[in-house]
């Protein structure tokens, strides 16, 4: 898959590497001179300098055929352009945005913007954090689908340990979408084993997140 990131602050960053890691192409845009000089000693060549609501910079970075284009900055008015563009003047398949303000994120959705992520319900810090007795991190709200994105750390004497990500005897409506090793993240496959201090990201709904727990660590 081909994804466009523009804005490349922690989020932009981190989402980058973690696409890298598991086999896509990216090309990431920044605006800011001396951040994309960082970035790029980070990322190296995939990292360009430009305006993401600019065509020309679109252009550049291979908008017509960007299977995904994720608009990441700061700004939800950069944001939203960044998406109209990509989906109005390059027929992108998918856009996602950041949106800051709450009041906004019905005229992302208005315009079509295929996923909004609301950043007062997206935790940054809590996965390398102490982890609570009840450690399901809500990630992100899907509200348009009643579903949730939660992370949860493997603990030690989990059950699950050693076990095939298939093998998982999850709730009906979950499912593992990611599981975080030591070495990255890895997109679950057939032969994918959960191991010692893998984090596992599940997407899930409300309902069953009680049994989801307790799925994965065997506690009731």
Known sequence: MYIIIVGCGRLGLQLSKALLAVGHEVTAIEKDVPRYKVVNRLLGSVVMQGDGTSMQ????????????????????ESNL???QLAKHGY??????????????????????????????HLILTTIEEEVPK?????LL????????????PI?????????????????????ISLVVKNDGPVIPKEDTIIETNDEVIVVTIPSEEQILYEKLTGVE
């Open 155 to 175: 603990p030690p004497d989990a059950s699950i340990i050693g076990q095939n990500v298939n093998d998982i005897d999850l709730p009906p409506n979950s499912f």
């Open 134 to 138: 009840w450690p399901l991190i809500h």
């Open 141 to 152: 709200n899907l509200k348009t689908h009643s579903m949730d994105i939660v992370a949860m």
């Open 57 to 76: 910079t679109l252009s550049l970075a291979g908008a017509n055929r960007a299977d995904l284009v994720v608009a990441l900055t700061g700004s939800d």
């Open 91 to 120: 027929n992108t398949d998918r856009t996602m945005a950041l949106v800051k303000s709450p009041a906004h994120e019905a005229l992302f959705r208005l315009l079509e913007v295929d996923t909004v992520i609301n950043s007062t």
């Open 81 to 83: 352009a960044t998406c």
